[in-house]
Each structure stands twice: as C-alpha cells, then as structure tokens.
C-alpha cells in the first residue's frame, strides 16, 4: 500500500504524568521523545523535599500540600506515600490523552537495536480503533504489513475507539511478590512484537508502569484507590484502575489494548517489601477477581461516571464483607467522581451503547 | 510442566489436495519423520500421489473413504475437508494437521522452526482461558504470570487446541488478499498466548494441532460453500469447525491457545479469481460470528459429542431457514456424531465437566 503517514505528535493534546519520590534523571533519556510534552510530575512522600526537574521540560509539580490545597477534604481519595498518588495528575491535566510512565523506565530497543519511542507507538495505538467483538488471530489488522484474517465478518472491521494503550516492560518484569522470591534473577528478554485488543469479557491485571489513555473518554474510571499510608494495601492501584476500566469499556463500547510499546524497567524492588504491600491482596483478589467479571451495568449508565459511582456501590454491596477497607474504597470512589467533576465541569463524554451490550 | 509425551503418541494427517508431495514431505522430514503421518488424498483428486520414501504412514483416498463411511456420507470429506477423515480413523492422543502447500519457516534468527514440537508443547502445557497474561504464555521458558494473576488460577486448564500461524501467504479473505496484493506477512510474533474464554476467534485450518481424544469429535466437516473449491479462499469449512470447538471449550472448560508455530506458506492460486468464484462465504460470517456468540449449550451437555449435537440442533432451528448451506451444515454435524461414534470412537474419550 501508499506510504505510511507519520504519527501526530499530539504535543498540545497529551500530557505526560510522573509519580516521583527521587528524582527524574531518567527523564534525560527519554529528552528526544519526551522535551516536546507539558509533563505534570505527582510529588509523593515528603513535601518539603526539593525533586529536581532536568532542564528544558515544561512541566507543573505537585506535592501533597498542593493536592490537600486543591481538593480540600476531598485529598483523603489520594494516596499518600504510593505511587497510587499519579492519578491526581489526571485529574488536573486539561489535555485529551494522558501517558503516565515510573521513573525507573528508561528507553528499551527493538530486537534490530533501534531506541523505540513509546509514547509515539501508544498514540498510534490510542488514535487506530479497537477490535475487542472478535479476536484477530494476526493481531493488530491496521498495523502496517497486517490485516484482519479470513472469516472475520467485515460489520466488525470498524472497530471501536480505543480507551486504553498498556505497554510492556523488557528486563524487570511486573511480577508479584512471591514470584520475585522464586524467580529473583528472571528477565524478560521476550520482544513480543504484537499489539493487541483484550477481548470484550475478559479482564487483565493492569500495570501503570508504561500506559497511556484517551482521558476525554476513560479519565474519570483511572481511579488508582486507596494504597500505602494509613493504608492496608499496596501495589494493588493500577490494577483496580484497570478492572474498573475494562468493565467500563465492554459496557460502554470502548477498547483496550496491550503489547507494544516495550521500556526498558530497570529497578527490581524489594520482594519482602513488596510481599508486606501485596499480602492481603493475594487474598482479596480471589475475591475481586469475580467481582468484576460478574459486575452488570445497568443500560442507563450511559457515562464514565454514572458506571463508576454504580461500581462502587456494588464494591460496597459485596466486597464490603471481604474486608472494611471495601467500604472505604468505595467511599473513595466517590470521593474521587466528585473531585474529578469538580476540577473538570465542561460536562461528561456519553457512549452510545450498542445494542444489547449489557453484561 | 508439561508432560512428557511418546511419539507413538502422535498422528501428523494431512490432507494431499495435490498429487506430488516429494518437496512437502522431504521438507518436513526433520520434524515429521519420527511420527506416524495419516495422508488423505481429497477424493477429487484424480493423479497418483507422489510420496518419498522413509516415512511411517498410512494413505487414504476415496476407496478407504467410501469403505469406511460409505459413499452417501462421503461427501463430507471432499477437498480440504478429507483432512477429517484422518482425524476420525486417527488412534492417536494428539493430532497435528497442517495443508499440504506449507513449508516449515524460520525464525528471525534463521533457525528451523518445528512447528511440530511447538504444537506438542502448547498442547501439553496448560492454557489459561479464565484472565489474560500480559506477558502472554506464563508457561514459557523465562516468562511467568504477572502481578495480579489470581493463584488460584494459575494451574491452567487442559489445552485441547492449538493454533497456528502463517509467515509468508498469511490466511487473508479473498477480498483482502485480492486488494492487497503483494502483501505477505513477514512478522513474526514470539508469544503463544490462551485464547480467553467467552471468546471467538476465526481458527484457520492451516496448521493446527489438538488433543482428539479431548475433542476430537468437536472438529466436524460441515460448512461446505455452494462455490466451495480447493484454495483456502474459496472455504469457511475451517472457520466454521473452529467456532464449534471454542463454543464446546468454553463449555466444558477446555483452553485453545493461538501464536505460536509459524509455517511458512507458499505462494499460491490468485485472490480474484477465487473471489469471482466463491463470495458466498464472507458474506455468511455476517451471520456465523452473532449466531456462535449467542449460542448457549445447557449444562446437561457433559460431552463433546452432545454438545455438538445441540449446536447442530441450534444452526438447524436459527440458521437454517436463513440458507440452505447451513440446513446442510447442521445434517452434516448430526452425521459426523454418529460416524465418530461408529468408527472413531475406540480411542477417544469424552470430556466430562
């Protein structure tokens, strides 16, 4: 076929949101791909530490005394001293699309040794639809050099809009407490060249590591819940995220994807501190797990919101006895849909829901 | 974690729509020749077939054909679906079928890929149907489950299919192949992933591979095209026989995994002229996906063989008004049943939920 057209750089309609407690010397080698981007950099932990922002990025900070001064008594729905805290950045951003990436990522390369640029491959995924009604065996179809496969009905080869773009990682994988313990030398080295829409009614473990997503469309259900201080929970906030997220999405139409982009994760964390965080929620997630994939949307969800704040009230109904934190977090839930609707009034973005899509 | 399996475990069948296949089989020799390999010669097949010497085989055409099923059924085993009759006589546990116009590929670092030993594996490691794997096949040498991953889904389920995919001449519809003309699939793709339950996908009879006596009776010779012919764009039977095993899968809480191997398949026929010829068949996919989606087996059907039958029962009542060719797929079901039960069933034994 004709030439490819390049990528959009989308540089006034993307913002790139870090959650930090060190310091962001990564973001020197991501200065090629990353200098043309507004970042907005989360502040976690202490407040009274000075982050020092390399040179030449535009960017606006924000520590817990900020988050405390713009939410008010609605700050409770941030975490504090966790990562879970970037989704505040969210919140504040005013662009269409966010890509929100850890400050141990660094720039990965393909297997010809070429520097790949993540954040142009997630908008390509981000601006190419989604096909999540039936599973194409090649893949991504509106890749160059693919397309859909024989007996894939053409009513189908539209897709849908994509709400969601999850990369991967080379080197450190995502892996859970005890099989960091089991496996502390394991790398992935596996550069698995594909991209690829999660089948509507099937849920993934979602990681904030290397993710990007339409935040005009998805932003309000990137709730990262209740982790770390205070808390009895952690390294759960990107996966709660993401199972809200994916139940929205099958009910609203939308698409979620994952494979490409890799990063290159340098930093293993401690598996005892890890295990420490993780440990109840081995336990709940067996609990969670079907949950989500028996959570039903009524039709009159029509918006994020509407099917966000109809979640946690089933959280409360039914996890509510699992453990109180349940109760909690769906008061956070809460909490957090009045917030984001309190710092973005222009209104909320309706689905359409295709016939008969409820669960 | 995978079980160690015996060679004599093992049927390669393939189904000869041509008559010389001395480069097919001298190129497969590497991974076939340790196998048993059933060759059904497609009964319209009017030439000799041609097969090198050093091979343990057993050749079927229409004589064995018509003897076994009789001529009034043998129908069913015409062109691209005499591959099935290998699959019914078959006595083996695990069945690895591949068309006779594919070669083995290489991978991107220019080794041999055999295709063979990586169906083995996928069949005889679990799949995991029930939540995705970011990092895809968690059983595969240097990759795991990820965060997040319940434990108590981590032990898998049975894999009772595994398909296939195609470097070169990828399984493109006649329409897309046709517009797009030069394009070949040069990507190799290293992952082997579950397809996850609840889902369809569209499986090519390329090159595939599955556990019969886990589901065997599940892979019927039933959707034949009134311009059905002998390129792959001019059939659905494929598409058609794949959507009943995911259906009976999910049933019955089998996995089917997609990825993992590459074949490289050769250049061949021309994608306008089997467009001319037959486009019936991605006209009838309108249909076909929505009808298997909302298909729903009752939790009464236990085995392979009734949940194909209330599928039969379900194309004949929903779709079988809608074209002949789907009346016709439903008889051909119910048919097949009964001949796996005659004649196919000394081995194979029905998966129990």
Request: proline content about 7%.
């Amino acid at each position: 076929m004709a030439t490819v057209s390049p990528t959009p750089l989308l540089k006034d309609e993307l913002d790139i949101v870090i959650p930090t407690i060190r310091n962001l010397d990564f973001l020197e080698m991501w200065r090629p791909f990353f200098q043309p981007y507004h970042l907005i950099i989360v502040q976690d932990g202490d407040p009274t530490k000075t982050i020092k922002v390399p040179e030449g990025f535009d960017y606006e900070l924000y520590n817990r005394n900020d988050i405390n001064r713009i939410l008010g008594p609605k700050a409770s729905c941030i975490s504090f001293k966790d990562s879970a805290c970037r989704c505040f950045g969210y919140m504040v951003s005013k662009k269409k699309y966010i890509y929100t990436i850890d400050d141990d990522c660094f720039v990965a390369k393909d297997p010809s040794g070429k520097d790949i640029n993540a954040l142009e491959q997630h908008i390509q995924n981000l601006l190419s639809p989604s096909t999540p009604f039936f599973f194409n065996t090649l893949y991504d179809p509106y890749r160059s050099g693919a397309d859909f496969v024989r007996g894939y009905p053409f009513s189908l080869r539209e897709g849908v809009p994509t709400a969601v773009s999850h990369g991967l990682w080379l080197n450190i994988p995502d892996y859970d407490a005890p099989t960091q313990l089991v496996k502390p030398l394991e790398r992935n080295t596996r550069y698995v060249d594909a991209i690829m829409t999660i089948p509507k009614g099937t849920l993934f473990p979602m990681c904030g590591m290397n993710l990007a997503f339409n935040r005009e469309l998805i932003g309000p259900a990137m709730y990262f819940g209740l982790m770390g201080d205070g808390q009895p929970i952690g390294r759960y906030d990107d996966m709660w995220a993401g199972w809200c997220t994916k139940v929205i999405c099958d009910h609203l139409g939308w698409g979620v994807k994952t494979g490409l982009p890799y990063i290159w994760h340098s930093k293993a964390s401690n598996p005892f501190v890890n295990l420490k965080k993780e440990y109840k929620g081995i336990y709940w997630q067996e609990e969670l797990i079907p949950f989500f994939q028996s959570v039903a949307l009524p039709k009159d969800c029509t918006t994020v919101q509407k099917c966000y704040i109809e979640i946690s009230k089933q959280v409360k109904a039914k996890l509510g006895k699992v453990d109180d934190y349940f109760n909690k977090l769906a008061d956070a839930m809460v909490t957090w849909i009045e917030a984001w609707d309190e710092l973005n009034p222009s209104g909320d973005i309706s689905a359409k829901i295709p016939n008969g899509a409820s669960k | 974690m995978s079980l160690a399996i015996k060679d004599d475990e093992v049927d390669i069948v393939i189904g000869a729509l041509r008559s010389d296949l001395t480069t097919f089989m001298n190129e497969w020799r590497p991974m076939f020749s340790r196998f048993h390999l059933i060759i059904v010669k497609d009964p319209d097949l009017k030439e000799e077939l041609k097969i090198p010497e050093g091979f343990n085989l057993d050749v079927y055409g229409k004589p064995e054909i018509d003897q076994v099923v009789g001529s009034s059924t043998s129908i069913l085993f015409s062109g691209y679906s005499c591959r099935y009759f290998g699959y019914l006589v078959s006595r083996k546990k695990y069945i690895i079928s591949v068309d006779d116009d594919c070669l083995p590929a290489r991978d991107p670092k220019g080794f041999l890929v055999d295709a063979v030993a990586q169906h083995i594996s996928n069949l005889t490691n679990p799949a995991t149907p029930f939540f995705f794997n970011t990092l895809y096949d968690p059983y595969a040498e240097g990759a795991d489950f990820v965060r997040g991953y319940p434990f108590s889904l981590r032990g898998g389920v049975k894999c009772a299919l595994s398909c296939g995919l195609w470097l070169n001449l990828a399984d493109h519809d006649a329409p897309t192949q046709a517009l797009k003309a030069r394009q070949r699939n040069s990507r190799y793709v290293d992952a082997v992933m579950t397809v996850p339950a609840g889902s369809l996908i569209p499986i090519s009879g390329i090159n595939i591979a599955f556990e019969r006596e886990a589901v065997g009776p599940a892979l019927v010779p039933a959707l034949k095209l009134a311009g059905e012919g002998k390129c792959r764009w001019e059939t659905m039977e494929d598409i058609w026989s794949g959507l009943c095993v995911k259906v009976v899968c999910d049933h019955l809480g089998l996995g089917v995994k997609t990825g993992l191997p590459y074949i490289w398949r050769t250049d061949r026929g021309d994608p306008i002229a089997s467009l001319k010829k037959e486009w019936e068949g991605v006209k009838l996919m309108e249909e076909v996906i929505p009808f298997f989606q909302s298909v729903r087996l009752p939790r009464e059907a236990t085995t392979v063989e009734e949940c194909i039958v209330e599928v039969a029962n379900a194309v004949k009542e929903r779709l079988g008004s809608m074209d002949p060719v789907f009346a016709r797929a439903a008889k051909a079901m119910l048919d097949w049943i009964k001949l796996w039960q005659s004649v196919g069933s000394s081995s194979s034994r029905s998966s129990a939920v």
